[in-house]
């Protein structure tokens, strides 16, 4: 019996050590490679504070295409950040390998939130548009 359970520790432990290829990419690239795109609401609180301003996240994507992480990195105000964090996570991506092998993924992905004319919106850093993520006022087809 203890030897049979050492040896089911050490399997588990053995295989659970088995690194995993971790590739960093530029947000070009994590714009390329999502499937399901979900873009970020602009809050009502942000709205009525005229908040407005660039939101930057770096998002961690596992083996599967799977969002596993999302941390703000740079935001105009705390609820753009959350709307921002509550949107990427229901991102999906194409399934990722790296010569051949399963690898996950990290990038950023940037948001910006702009009232013009007194209409709030928010779109995808403009170099990114050929992607065809957004219409032109900002709204996801994707969804």
């Given at each position: 019996m203890r030897k049979?359970?050492?040896?089911?520790?050490?399997?588990?432990?053995?295989?659970?050590?088995?690194?995993?290829?971790?590739?960093?990419?530029?947000?070009?690239?994590?714009?390329?490679?999502?499937?399901?795109?979900?873009?970020?609401?602009?809050?009502?609180?942000?709205?009525?504070?005229?908040?407005?301003?660039?939101?930057?996240?770096?998002?961690?994507?596992?083996?599967?295409?799977?969002?596993?992480?999302?941390?703000?990195?740079e935001a105009p105000?705390?609820?753009?950040?959350?709307?921002?964090?509550?949107?990427?996570?229901?991102?999906?991506?194409?399934?990722?390998?790296?010569?051949?092998?399963?690898?996950?993924?990290?990038?950023?992905?940037?948001?910006?939130?702009?009232?013009?004319?007194?209409?709030?919106?928010?779109?995808?850093?403009?170099?990114?548009?050929?992607?065809?993520?957004?219409?032109?006022g900002g709204q996801?087809?994707?969804?």
């Amino acid at each position: 019996m203890r030897k049979s359970l050492l040896l089911i520790i050490c399997a588990a432990t053995a295989v659970s050590a088995v690194p995993q290829t971790v590739v960093r990419v530029p947000e070009g690239v994590v714009r390329r490679v999502a499937k399901t795109v979900v873009m970020p609401e602009y809050p009502s609180t942000s709205k009525k504070r005229r908040t407005q301003g660039l939101a930057v996240v770096a998002v961690d994507i596992d083996e599967r295409g799977d969002v596993t992480g999302v941390a703000v990195i740079e935001a105009p105000d705390e609820d753009i950040g959350k709307s921002v964090i509550t949107a990427v996570k229901q991102w999906k991506f194409s399934e990722l390998t790296a010569e051949g092998k399963p690898a996950r993924l990290q990038g950023k992905l940037s948001f910006y939130f702009r009232i013009t004319r007194g209409k709030a919106r928010v779109s995808n850093p403009e170099k990114f548009a050929e992607l065809g993520l957004t219409d032109g006022g900002g709204q996801n087809r994707l969804r």
